[in-house]
C-alpha cells in the first residue's frame, strides 16, 4: 500500500466512517486487518475511555482533568461517578461485542471454515457495535450480497442500534431495568427518538423504494432490507440495497438520517437523536406560545435548548 491510502485507511477507521479506497478482505493483510480492527476500536470507544481503562489497570488516580475531558466522551451529565460509568461503558461494549461474535460465527463459520469464521465475526462484531462500517465479504459492495440472510442481518443491526444508544443509556438500563419512569430524562429522550427515527425510516424506505433499489424483491426481504437501511444510515457505513440505485427521496431520507445520527456518547455521529428532539420539542413550544419546554414531566433548561439550536446550526453551515 502507497502512504496515501494508508493513511485513509487509518483515518477512516479510527473516525469509523467505513469509507474505503480498497477492499478490506481483499487488498489488506490479516495483518492489515487486524490493525483495522483495533482502530475501529479505539475510535469507536474513544481515546479517553481506553485511557481510563489503561489507570484502572495499573491501579492509577484517574485526575480531574481527566474526568472533566471524560464526560464528554462517555456523555456523562456530572464529573460524580464518570469512572464508574467508564467501567460499564467497557462492560457493555465487551458484552455486546462478545455476543454479537458468537451468534455472527453460527452464519460465518460454516461457510468460510472455523478459523476465518471465527475472524470473520469478530470483526464484523466490533465494526458494527463501533458504528465502523467495514466488512469482510469481499464483495465490495458491502452487504448487499446477503441483503436475504436473517441472522447476518439482524445482529449486524441489533450491534448498531446498541452502540449508537450511548453508555449513559446502558448505564441506565443496568441500573433501573425495565423500569423505565426512573430513566434519566436523556435516555429518555435517546431511546423514544431511536425508536421513532428507526419505524418512521423504515416504513419510508419500504414505499419509496418499491420501485427503485428494492425493485422485484419479495416483500418480507424488502421489510428487512428497509429496517437495515433505517438503522445503517444513523453513521453505520453497512447497506444492503445498492445505493446507487435509490431514488431520490430515498437519497433525501438516508442523509436526514445521516445527519440526526446517533446518541450523545455513543459510538456514532451526527447532531444526535437528544439534541435533535430537543430541537423538535424547541421548535413545537415555540410554535404553541409556550414559554417553557416540557417533555416526560420535566423542564428543559433555556441552555439545553439553545446549546442544542447552537449545535445543529453549526452543523448544517458546515
Known sequence: ANFADALFTATSAVCVTGLVVHDTALYWSEFGQAVILMLIQVG?????????LVAILLHR??????RS???????????????????????VTAAWEGTGAVLLAFWFCPRYGLGRGLWMAVFHAVSA????GFDLLGTGASLTTEAGEPL???????????GGLGFLV????????FHFRRYRLHSKLVLTGTAALLVTGTVLFYIVEG???????????RLLMAAFQSVTCRTAGFNTAD???????????????MFVGAGSGSTGGGIKVNTFAVLLLGIRARALRKDDVNVFHRRLENDTIQQAFSSVSIFALT
Open 44 to 52: 469507536g470507544l474513544g481515546f479517553m475511555t481506553l485511557s481510563i
Open 61 to 66: 488516580r484517574v485526575g480531574l482533568h481527566q
Open 243 to 257: 445505493l446507487m440505485a435509490l431514488s431520490q427521496a430515498g437519497m433525501l431520507i438516508s442523509m436526514a438520517l
Open 69 to 91: 475531558v471524560l464526560m464528554d466522551t462517555v456523555g456523562a451529565l456530572q464529573m460524580g461517578g464518570v469512572v464508574r460509568l467508564t467501567r460499564r461503558a467497557l462492560l
Open 152 to 162: 447476518l442481518n439482524l445482529v449486524i443491526m441489533a450491534l448498531i442500534v446498541a
Open 211 to 221: 420501485d427503485h433499489a428494492f425493485a422485484g424483491v419479495p416483500a418480507g426481504q
Open 170 to 177: 446502558w448505564d441506565d438500563v443496568l441500573v433501573n431495568r
Open 129 to 132: 457495535f463501533c458504528n465502523a
